[in-house]
Protein backbone atom coordinates (compact mmCIF):
# COMPACT_ATOMS: atom_id res chain seq x y z
CA UNK A 1 0.00 0.00 0.00
CA UNK A 2 1.28 3.35 -1.06
CA UNK A 3 -0.04 6.81 -0.59
CA UNK A 4 1.47 10.14 -1.89
CA UNK A 5 -0.63 13.61 -1.73
CA UNK A 6 -0.78 16.66 -3.43
CA UNK A 7 -2.69 19.52 -1.16
CA UNK A 8 -3.38 22.80 -2.19
CA UNK A 9 -3.92 25.16 0.81
CA UNK A 10 -5.16 28.74 -0.13
CA UNK A 11 -2.79 31.48 1.41
CA UNK A 12 -4.33 34.10 3.82
CA UNK A 13 -2.93 37.26 2.14
CA UNK A 14 -4.80 40.38 1.93
CA UNK A 15 -4.28 40.60 -1.80
CA UNK A 16 -4.00 37.86 -4.45
CA UNK A 17 -1.08 36.46 -6.22
CA UNK A 18 -0.13 38.70 -9.32
CA UNK A 19 -3.39 41.47 -8.49
CA UNK A 20 -3.97 43.96 -5.99
CA UNK A 21 -7.49 42.47 -5.65
CA UNK A 22 -8.52 41.35 -2.07
CA UNK A 23 -8.29 38.01 -1.49
CA UNK A 24 -11.24 36.14 0.09
CA UNK A 25 -13.81 38.08 -0.71
CA UNK A 26 -17.17 36.79 -0.49
CA UNK A 27 -19.83 38.47 -2.79
CA UNK A 28 -19.35 37.24 -6.24
CA UNK A 29 -17.18 38.64 -8.55
CA UNK A 30 -16.56 41.66 -6.12
CA UNK A 31 -12.69 41.17 -6.21
CA UNK A 32 -11.55 41.02 -9.99
CA UNK A 33 -9.40 43.13 -12.57
CA UNK A 34 -8.06 42.56 -15.79
CA UNK A 35 -5.51 40.38 -14.30
CA UNK A 36 -7.09 37.91 -12.30
CA UNK A 37 -9.88 37.68 -15.15
CA UNK A 38 -6.72 36.77 -17.78
CA UNK A 39 -7.53 39.63 -19.97
CA UNK A 40 -5.15 40.17 -23.42
CA UNK A 41 -2.47 42.24 -22.50
CA UNK A 42 -2.61 42.20 -18.65
CA UNK A 43 0.56 41.56 -16.51
CA UNK A 44 1.28 39.34 -13.57
CA UNK A 45 2.97 41.25 -10.57
CA UNK A 46 4.23 38.75 -8.17
CA UNK A 47 2.93 39.38 -4.81
CA UNK A 48 5.78 39.10 -1.91
CA UNK A 49 3.81 38.07 1.08
CA UNK A 50 2.62 34.99 -0.73
CA UNK A 51 6.50 34.12 -1.63
CA UNK A 52 7.28 34.70 2.04
CA UNK A 53 4.46 32.29 3.09
CA UNK A 54 5.16 29.35 0.80
CA UNK A 55 9.05 29.85 2.09
CA UNK A 56 8.06 29.48 5.76
CA UNK A 57 6.02 26.49 4.88
CA UNK A 58 8.85 25.41 2.70
CA UNK A 59 11.79 25.43 5.38
CA UNK A 60 9.17 23.96 8.31
CA UNK A 61 8.93 21.04 5.93
CA UNK A 62 12.77 20.87 5.53
CA UNK A 63 12.73 21.99 1.57
CA UNK A 64 15.58 23.22 0.01
CA UNK A 65 14.68 26.59 -1.21
CA UNK A 66 15.29 27.37 -4.90
CA UNK A 67 17.23 30.30 -5.80
CA UNK A 68 16.12 31.55 -8.82
CA UNK A 69 12.58 30.45 -8.56
CA UNK A 70 10.46 30.68 -11.65
CA UNK A 71 6.95 30.24 -13.12
CA UNK A 72 5.62 28.45 -16.33
CA UNK A 73 2.17 28.24 -17.76
CA UNK A 74 0.18 25.19 -17.83
CA UNK A 75 -1.80 25.22 -20.53
CA UNK A 76 -5.68 23.65 -20.81
CA UNK A 77 -8.53 24.72 -21.62
CA UNK A 78 -11.56 24.87 -18.88
CA UNK A 79 -14.27 27.42 -18.47
CA UNK A 80 -12.53 28.13 -15.12
CA UNK A 81 -9.34 30.05 -16.97
CA UNK A 82 -10.31 31.99 -19.40
CA UNK A 83 -6.80 32.84 -20.22
CA UNK A 84 -6.38 29.02 -20.82
CA UNK A 85 -3.24 28.45 -18.38
CA UNK A 86 -2.90 28.47 -14.79
CA UNK A 87 0.78 30.17 -13.75
CA UNK A 88 2.30 27.70 -11.53
CA UNK A 89 5.58 26.24 -11.20
CA UNK A 90 7.53 23.21 -12.75
CA UNK A 91 11.70 23.02 -12.76
CA UNK A 92 12.22 25.73 -10.25
CA UNK A 93 9.59 25.44 -7.61
CA UNK A 94 10.07 27.47 -4.11
CA UNK A 95 10.77 23.94 -2.12
CA UNK A 96 12.46 20.91 -3.38
CA UNK A 97 12.42 17.76 -1.28
CA UNK A 98 12.16 17.49 2.83
CA UNK A 99 10.40 15.28 4.57
CA UNK A 100 7.79 15.31 7.91
CA UNK A 101 8.42 13.24 10.53
CA UNK A 102 5.77 11.22 12.47
CA UNK A 103 6.50 11.13 15.87
CA UNK A 104 5.04 8.23 17.30
CA UNK A 105 6.55 6.23 15.01
CA UNK A 106 9.61 8.49 14.32
CA UNK A 107 9.28 7.52 10.33
CA UNK A 108 9.49 10.27 7.70
CA UNK A 109 7.59 11.21 4.80
CA UNK A 110 8.96 12.26 2.09
CA UNK A 111 8.00 15.63 0.56
CA UNK A 112 8.89 15.72 -2.75
CA UNK A 113 7.98 19.35 -4.21
CA UNK A 114 6.20 22.85 -2.68
CA UNK A 115 5.12 25.26 -5.36
CA UNK A 116 3.01 28.49 -5.80
CA UNK A 117 0.04 28.65 -8.31
CA UNK A 118 -2.85 30.26 -8.53
CA UNK A 119 -6.02 29.40 -7.70
CA UNK A 120 -8.92 29.11 -11.13
CA UNK A 121 -12.32 30.74 -10.77
CA UNK A 122 -14.67 28.88 -8.87
CA UNK A 123 -17.22 26.75 -10.94
CA UNK A 124 -21.06 26.80 -9.84
CA UNK A 125 -22.82 24.01 -11.01
CA UNK A 126 -27.13 24.42 -11.17
CA UNK A 127 -29.32 22.09 -12.58
CA UNK A 128 -28.66 22.92 -16.19
CA UNK A 129 -26.15 26.00 -15.80
CA UNK A 130 -22.95 26.72 -14.31
CA UNK A 131 -21.69 29.86 -12.55
CA UNK A 132 -18.55 31.48 -12.59
CA UNK A 133 -17.22 33.40 -9.39
CA UNK A 134 -13.63 35.30 -10.58
CA UNK A 135 -13.02 36.32 -6.85
CA UNK A 136 -11.22 32.73 -6.50
CA UNK A 137 -9.35 33.38 -9.53
CA UNK A 138 -5.91 34.38 -8.82
CA UNK A 139 -5.78 33.63 -4.91
CA UNK A 140 -2.41 32.40 -4.03
CA UNK A 141 -1.96 29.08 -3.41
CA UNK A 142 0.64 26.10 -2.80
CA UNK A 143 0.45 22.44 -3.44
CA UNK A 144 2.62 20.19 -1.35
CA UNK A 145 3.50 17.10 -3.33
CA UNK A 146 4.39 14.04 -0.85
CA UNK A 147 6.51 10.91 -1.73
CA UNK A 148 3.89 7.93 -1.75
CA UNK A 149 5.71 6.83 1.75
CA UNK A 150 2.02 6.85 3.82
CA UNK A 151 1.49 3.42 3.86
CA UNK A 152 -2.33 3.50 5.28
CA UNK A 153 -5.33 5.39 7.05
CA UNK A 154 -3.19 5.87 10.45
CA UNK A 155 -0.47 7.27 8.77
CA UNK A 156 -2.16 8.85 6.66
CA UNK A 157 -3.55 11.12 9.55
CA UNK A 158 -0.48 10.94 11.58
CA UNK A 159 0.81 13.12 8.52
CA UNK A 160 -1.92 15.45 7.89
CA UNK A 161 -1.67 16.37 11.73
CA UNK A 162 1.93 17.20 11.42
CA UNK A 163 1.69 18.75 8.02
CA UNK A 164 -1.36 21.22 9.60
CA UNK A 165 0.92 22.23 12.49
CA UNK A 166 3.86 23.09 9.95
CA UNK A 167 1.45 25.69 8.47
CA UNK A 168 -0.60 26.98 11.88
CA UNK A 169 3.37 27.64 12.71
CA UNK A 170 4.36 29.38 9.46
CA UNK A 171 1.00 31.81 9.37
CA UNK A 172 -1.44 29.32 8.40
CA UNK A 173 -3.54 29.00 11.25
CA UNK A 174 -6.57 27.46 9.46
CA UNK A 175 -5.23 26.11 6.79
CA UNK A 176 -8.38 24.69 4.26
CA UNK A 177 -7.10 22.66 2.69
CA UNK A 178 -7.70 20.43 -0.55
CA UNK A 179 -6.05 17.42 -1.75
CA UNK A 180 -5.29 15.08 -4.82
CA UNK A 181 -4.70 11.46 -3.27
CA UNK A 182 -3.23 8.86 -4.86
CA UNK A 183 -3.48 4.98 -3.46
CA UNK A 184 -2.32 2.35 -4.97
CA UNK A 185 -2.43 -1.44 -2.81
CA UNK A 186 -1.12 -3.16 -5.97
CA UNK A 187 0.97 -1.95 -8.97
CA UNK A 188 -1.90 0.35 -10.42
CA UNK A 189 -2.14 4.08 -8.95
CA UNK A 190 -5.66 5.50 -8.77
CA UNK A 191 -5.37 9.27 -8.04
CA UNK A 192 -8.81 10.34 -6.01
CA UNK A 193 -9.42 14.40 -6.97
CA UNK A 194 -10.39 17.49 -5.86
CA UNK A 195 -11.19 16.56 -2.04
CA UNK A 196 -11.94 19.38 0.64
CA UNK A 197 -11.27 19.39 3.73
CA UNK A 198 -9.36 16.73 6.38
CA UNK A 199 -11.93 14.22 7.54
CA UNK A 200 -12.89 13.84 3.56
CA UNK A 201 -9.33 12.79 2.31
CA UNK A 202 -9.05 10.46 5.56
CA UNK A 203 -13.01 9.04 4.60
CA UNK A 204 -11.78 8.45 0.86
CA UNK A 205 -8.72 6.91 1.55
CA UNK A 206 -10.50 4.50 3.56
CA UNK A 207 -13.12 4.12 1.05
CA UNK A 208 -10.36 3.57 -1.89
CA UNK A 209 -8.18 1.11 0.02
CA UNK A 210 -11.13 -1.00 0.69
CA UNK A 211 -12.36 -0.92 -2.58
CA UNK A 212 -9.22 -1.73 -4.04
CA UNK A 213 -8.83 -5.00 -2.02
CA UNK A 214 -11.97 -6.10 -2.81
CA UNK A 215 -11.40 -5.84 -6.47
CA UNK A 216 -8.08 -7.47 -5.87
CA UNK A 217 -9.86 -10.35 -3.46
CA UNK A 218 -12.46 -11.36 -6.17
CA UNK A 219 -9.59 -11.62 -8.45
CA UNK A 220 -9.75 -8.67 -10.73
CA UNK A 221 -7.50 -6.21 -11.25
CA UNK A 222 -7.15 -2.68 -10.48
CA UNK A 223 -7.89 -0.04 -12.94
CA UNK A 224 -5.79 3.01 -13.58
CA UNK A 225 -7.83 5.68 -13.22
CA UNK A 226 -8.72 9.42 -12.16
CA UNK A 227 -12.23 9.17 -9.51
CA UNK A 228 -13.10 11.48 -7.58
CA UNK A 229 -15.20 11.70 -3.89
CA UNK A 230 -18.62 12.17 -3.65
CA UNK A 231 -19.25 14.10 0.21
CA UNK A 232 -22.91 12.89 -0.24
CA UNK A 233 -22.03 9.21 -0.08
CA UNK A 234 -18.82 9.03 0.72
CA UNK A 235 -17.48 6.87 -1.96
CA UNK A 236 -15.43 7.57 -4.88
CA UNK A 237 -16.55 7.27 -8.70
CA UNK A 238 -14.45 6.69 -11.94
CA UNK A 239 -14.29 10.46 -13.12
CA UNK A 240 -12.25 10.26 -16.38
CA UNK A 241 -9.46 9.00 -18.18
CA UNK A 242 -5.77 9.52 -16.29
CA UNK A 243 -4.15 12.93 -17.51
CA UNK A 244 -0.43 13.44 -16.66
CA UNK A 245 1.64 16.16 -16.51
CA UNK A 246 2.82 14.87 -19.96
CA UNK A 247 -0.64 15.91 -21.40
CA UNK A 248 -0.39 19.31 -20.07
CA UNK A 249 1.36 21.98 -22.38
CA UNK A 250 4.24 24.10 -20.22
CA UNK A 251 5.39 26.86 -21.45
CA UNK A 252 7.60 29.48 -19.42
CA UNK A 253 5.66 32.27 -18.16
CA UNK A 254 7.23 34.95 -20.14
CA UNK A 255 5.68 37.93 -18.04
CA UNK A 256 7.40 36.97 -14.42
CA UNK A 257 11.24 37.09 -13.76
CA UNK A 258 13.29 34.93 -12.13
CA UNK A 259 13.05 35.34 -8.75
CA UNK A 260 15.76 35.49 -6.01
CA UNK A 261 14.53 33.78 -3.30
CA UNK A 262 17.58 34.90 -1.05
CA UNK A 263 16.28 38.69 -0.90
CA UNK A 264 12.55 37.14 1.18
CA UNK A 265 12.71 37.36 4.52
CA UNK A 266 11.14 34.05 6.44
CA UNK A 267 9.96 33.60 9.82
CA UNK A 268 12.39 30.88 11.23
CA UNK A 269 10.60 27.45 11.24
CA UNK A 270 8.78 25.60 14.55
CA UNK A 271 8.57 22.21 14.43
CA UNK A 272 5.78 22.24 17.45
CA UNK A 273 5.71 18.05 17.42
CA UNK A 274 9.22 18.00 16.96
CA UNK A 275 9.14 20.01 20.85
CA UNK A 276 6.61 18.42 22.48
CA UNK A 277 8.40 15.47 21.63
CA UNK A 278 11.54 16.69 23.24
CA UNK A 279 9.96 18.73 26.36
CA UNK A 280 7.75 15.82 27.26
CA UNK A 281 11.05 13.56 27.44
CA UNK A 282 13.10 15.84 29.50
CA UNK A 283 10.23 16.79 32.15
CA UNK A 284 8.65 13.58 32.16
CA UNK A 285 4.95 14.88 30.88
CA UNK A 286 2.72 13.20 28.62
CA UNK A 287 3.93 13.64 24.88
CA UNK A 288 0.27 13.68 24.45
CA UNK A 289 -1.20 16.02 26.53
CA UNK A 290 2.03 18.98 25.46
CA UNK A 291 1.10 17.49 21.71
CA UNK A 292 -2.76 18.20 22.02
CA UNK A 293 -1.86 22.36 23.58
CA UNK A 294 0.90 22.98 21.35
CA UNK A 295 0.63 21.41 18.25
CA UNK A 296 -1.39 24.15 16.60
CA UNK A 297 -1.38 26.79 18.92
CA UNK A 298 2.23 29.26 19.06
CA UNK A 299 1.22 31.37 22.03
CA UNK A 300 0.59 28.01 24.25
CA UNK A 301 4.04 26.86 23.18
CA UNK A 302 5.56 30.19 24.24
CA UNK A 303 3.81 29.64 27.56
CA UNK A 304 5.41 25.96 27.92
CA UNK A 305 8.44 27.31 27.18
CA UNK A 306 8.52 29.94 29.71
CA UNK A 307 7.25 27.79 32.54
CA UNK A 308 8.04 24.17 32.16
CA UNK A 309 11.58 24.02 33.78
CA UNK A 310 9.50 26.37 36.56
CA UNK A 311 7.06 23.65 37.18
CA UNK A 312 6.52 20.85 34.59
CA UNK A 313 2.96 19.48 36.27
CA UNK A 314 1.58 23.61 37.24
CA UNK A 315 2.80 24.97 33.77
CA UNK A 316 0.97 22.37 31.87
CA UNK A 317 -2.28 23.00 34.38
CA UNK A 318 -1.87 26.65 34.33
CA UNK A 319 -1.71 26.04 30.09
CA UNK A 320 -4.36 24.11 30.09
CA UNK A 321 -6.59 26.29 32.65
CA UNK A 322 -5.91 29.53 30.16
CA UNK A 323 -7.09 27.05 26.66
CA UNK A 324 -10.29 27.01 28.58
CA UNK A 325 -11.36 30.05 29.01
CA UNK A 326 -9.60 30.99 25.87
CA UNK A 327 -7.39 33.52 27.27
CA UNK A 328 -3.76 31.92 25.84
CA UNK A 329 -2.38 35.30 24.60
CA UNK A 330 -1.56 36.24 28.44
CA UNK A 331 1.58 38.67 29.07
CA UNK A 332 4.28 36.93 30.65
CA UNK A 333 3.92 38.18 34.32
CA UNK A 334 0.68 37.14 33.93
CA UNK A 335 1.33 33.84 33.39
CA UNK A 336 3.70 33.68 35.94
CA UNK A 337 1.57 34.35 38.49
CA UNK A 338 -0.91 32.57 37.27
CA UNK A 339 1.29 29.72 37.87
CA UNK A 340 2.04 30.87 41.26
CA UNK A 341 -1.79 30.72 42.10
CA UNK A 342 -2.01 27.40 40.84
CA UNK A 343 1.17 26.03 42.64
CA UNK A 344 -1.31 27.21 45.40
CA UNK A 345 -4.39 25.28 44.66
CA UNK A 346 -6.84 28.37 42.74
CA UNK A 347 -7.99 26.86 39.28
CA UNK A 348 -7.30 28.86 36.48
CA UNK A 349 -10.81 31.05 35.71
CA UNK A 350 -11.56 34.28 33.71
CA UNK A 351 -11.91 35.89 37.33
CA UNK A 352 -8.56 35.01 38.49
CA UNK A 353 -6.65 35.50 35.50
CA UNK A 354 -8.64 39.54 35.44
CA UNK A 355 -7.61 39.75 39.10
CA UNK A 356 -3.80 39.11 38.23
CA UNK A 357 -3.85 41.16 35.40
CA UNK A 358 -5.61 44.42 37.73
CA UNK A 359 -3.18 43.85 40.68
CA UNK A 360 -0.10 44.83 38.06
CA UNK A 361 3.08 44.72 40.73
CA UNK A 362 0.86 43.67 43.54
CA UNK A 363 -0.19 40.33 45.43
CA UNK A 364 -2.28 39.08 43.37
CA UNK A 365 -5.79 37.76 44.06
CA UNK A 366 -3.89 34.34 43.37
CA UNK A 367 -2.07 34.81 46.26
CA UNK A 368 -4.59 36.17 48.48
CA UNK A 369 -6.77 33.49 47.50
CA UNK A 370 -4.61 30.90 49.22
CA UNK A 371 -5.19 33.11 52.73
CA UNK A 372 -8.37 33.17 51.95
CA UNK A 373 -8.56 29.05 51.50
CA UNK A 374 -7.45 28.39 54.79
CA UNK A 375 -9.66 30.85 56.39
CA UNK A 376 -13.08 29.02 55.00
CA UNK A 377 -11.21 25.76 56.40
CA UNK A 378 -10.10 27.59 59.79
CA UNK A 379 -13.77 29.01 60.15
CA UNK A 380 -15.32 25.69 59.33
CA UNK A 381 -13.09 23.49 61.50
CA UNK A 382 -14.44 25.84 64.41
CA UNK A 383 -18.01 25.24 63.34
CA UNK A 384 -18.10 21.69 62.71
CA UNK A 385 -15.12 20.60 65.74
CA UNK A 386 -16.98 17.24 66.01
CA UNK A 387 -16.97 16.63 62.67
CA UNK A 388 -13.49 17.55 61.87
CA UNK A 389 -12.18 15.62 65.26
CA UNK A 390 -13.72 12.50 63.25
CA UNK A 391 -11.65 13.26 59.66
CA UNK A 392 -8.72 12.39 62.22
CA UNK A 393 -9.75 8.83 62.00
CA UNK A 394 -11.99 8.79 58.62
CA UNK A 395 -10.84 10.08 55.59
CA UNK A 396 -14.03 10.39 53.93
CA UNK A 397 -15.33 12.91 56.45
CA UNK A 398 -12.90 15.13 54.75
CA UNK A 399 -15.10 15.37 51.83
CA UNK A 400 -17.57 17.61 53.80
CA UNK A 401 -14.52 19.92 54.38
CA UNK A 402 -13.33 19.62 50.83
CA UNK A 403 -16.92 20.00 48.94
CA UNK A 404 -17.76 23.42 50.47
CA UNK A 405 -14.28 24.85 50.04
CA UNK A 406 -14.00 23.99 46.30
CA UNK A 407 -17.40 25.60 46.05
CA UNK A 408 -16.55 29.08 48.03
CA UNK A 409 -13.18 29.44 46.59
CA UNK A 410 -12.93 27.25 43.39
CA UNK A 411 -10.16 25.66 44.51
CA UNK A 412 -8.17 22.84 43.28
CA UNK A 413 -9.82 19.90 45.71
CA UNK A 414 -6.25 18.06 46.38
CA UNK A 415 -4.83 20.93 47.19
CA UNK A 416 -7.95 21.66 49.94
CA UNK A 417 -7.76 17.80 50.91
CA UNK A 418 -4.20 18.13 51.81
CA UNK A 419 -4.20 22.03 53.42
CA UNK A 420 -7.56 20.87 55.54
CA UNK A 421 -5.83 17.69 57.26
CA UNK A 422 -2.85 20.03 57.71
CA UNK A 423 -5.28 22.57 59.42
CA UNK A 424 -7.00 20.11 61.15
CA UNK A 425 -4.00 18.80 62.65
CA UNK A 426 -2.93 21.72 63.68
CA UNK A 427 -6.12 23.30 64.96
CA UNK A 428 -6.90 19.71 67.32
CA UNK A 429 -3.32 19.02 68.08
CA UNK A 430 -1.75 17.03 66.52
ZN1 LIG B 1 -7.34 40.99 -9.81
Not at 52 to 63: F, I
Not at 239 to 263: C, H, N
Request: with cysteine; charged share 25%; proline share 5%.
Amino acid sequence: MRIGLEVHVTLPTKSKLFCSCSNGTENPNSAICPICMGMPGSKPMLNAEAVRLAKTVSLGLGSRISNPMSFVRKVYFYPDLPKSFQITQLDQPIGVGGKVRLWASGKDIGIRRVQIEEDPARIIRGDGYSLLDFNRSGSPLIEIVTEPDITGEAELKAFVEELLSVLAYSGIPKAEARADLNISISDSRVEVKNITGISNMLAAARYEMARQEAVLRSGGSVAVETRSFDEASMTTESSREKETDEEYGFVYEPDLAEYDTGAIAAAKPIIAGELANSIAMRYGLSERTLRELVLYDGAALRLLELGVSINPGVCVAAIEGLKKIGRMGVPEATFRELMVAVANGVKPSTELVEAIEKGGGKPSKALVDKDRIDAEIIGLINERKELAEQCRSDAKKLNFFIGVVVKRCGADPRYVAARATELINRALGA
